[in-house]
């Protein structure tokens, strides 16, 4: 079976610019990933998922608000 040269699509879920913009680009050299998407919060993060439907995400678990933790729960109920 060929395997498929799509890239991954990850979303970036991370309060902190600096640091988002520094995963950006780390992901953006790997040849088989991209990122699809960036969020500084949960409600934006599930409306990103929502519309891309992202292989992987990166989360930051000390998001302020409902935390990363609230998202890895919300996504995990809708899988």
Same mark, same amino acid.
Request: charged share 25%.
């Given at each position: 079976?060929?395997?498929?040269?799509?890239?991954?699509?990850?979303?970036?879920?991370?309060?902190?610019?600096?640091?988002?913009?520094?995963?950006?680009?780390?992901?953006?050299?790997?040849?088989?990933? /991209?990122?699809?998407?960036?969020?500084?919060?949960?409600?934006?993060?599930?409306?990103?998922?929502?519309?891309?439907?992202?292989?992987?995400?990166?989360?930051?678990? /000390?998001?302020?608000?409902?935390?990363?933790?609230?998202?890895?729960?919300?996504?995990?109920?809708?899988?």
């Amino acid at each position: 079976m060929p395997m498929s040269s799509a890239k991954k699509k990850v979303l970036i879920v991370e309060d902190h610019p600096l640091f988002r913009g520094m995963l950006v680009q780390l992901i953006g050299q790997e040849l088989g990933m /991209t990122v699809c998407g960036e969020a500084d919060n949960v409600k934006d993060a599930l409306t990103i998922i929502g519309r891309t439907h992202p292989d992987a995400a990166i989360v930051d678990l /000390t998001l302020p608000g409902p935390g990363g933790l609230e998202l890895l729960k919300e996504l995990k109920a809708r899988k």
